[in-house]
């Protein structure tokens, strides 16, 4: 393990930077599965619907992370991945910017 942190620690800040994200998403997947992800998601999304709020998608997605993060277990950074994965995300981003 040492020599696994080395190599870590040692890569330029750039790829750090992808393996951290990498690790992340492969997190987000392992921890939120699809079949329990997208309902949940979906459930978030309708609650967050209802508030009539003029918001960029940019400031709802760290807010939004926040309940799916705590549900499934994982870091806010690793649900805001997860959810931009999500062809539920692009939807509502998509309603969002039409408005």
Request: zero cysteines; charged letters at 20%; hydrophobic letters at 45%.
């Amino acid at each position: 393990t040492k020599s696994w942190k080395l190599a870590i620690l040692n890569q330029p800040e750039d790829d750090y930077k992808w393996i951290e994200a990498q690790a992340e998403e492969f997190a987000s997947y392992l921890l939120a599965p699809e079949i329990v992800f997208e309902p949940f998601l979906a459930e978030q999304i309708t609650l967050l619907s209802k508030i009539d709020a003029q918001l960029q998608s940019e400031d709802i997605l760290p807010y939004l992370a926040n309940p799916v993060a705590e549900y499934f277990g994982t870091s806010n950074v690793a649900a805001q991945a997860r959810i931009r994965k999500s062809s539920q995300w692009q939807l509502f981003v998509t309603k969002l910017n039409s408005k």
